[in-house]
Nanobody, 127 residues
């Protein structure tokens, strides 16, 4: 199975854009649907977006639809999260996760059953 490492987090200002990366090692990356999640201080982890194995299907939570974009490059074994128009409420630790045998939409509701996670990358957005 793959191992995941996120990168790209940092301290941002409201309105900024930021791209997070998630690099996979080991396993066969292209067999996994991939998702991005986040956990804000004192809150539960929440689903943001997911992408199918080929990259042809994406699914977004309403909270980020239109501001965040997920993409993947199977040749580079990577998935990305482009975040535009950052808000202070986007402050959180951002995680990527891999789902084998799942659809992109299903990853929104099966977070507790996902077993492959990165360590997270923190994003702080100041007003």
């Amino acid at each position: 199975q793959v191992e995941l490492v996120e990168s790209g987090g940092g301290l941002m200002q409201a309105g900024d854009s930021l791209r997070l990366s998630c690099a996979a090692s080991g396993g066969t990356f292209s067999i996994y649907s991939m998702g991005w999640f986040r956990q804000a201080p004192g809150k539960e982890r929440e689903f943001l977006t997911a992408i199918s194995r080929s990259g042809g299907i994406t699914y977004y939570a309403d909270a980020v639809k239109g501001r965040f974009t997920i993409s993947r490059e199977n040749a580079k074994k990577s998935v990305y999260l482009q975040m535009n128009g950052l808000k202070p409420e986007d402050t959180a630790v951002y995680y990527c996760a891999a789902g084998q045998g799942t659809t992109a939409q299903a990853m929104a509701t099966m977070m507790s059953r996902l077993t492959v996670w990165g360590q997270g990358t923190p994003v702080t957005v100041s007003s």
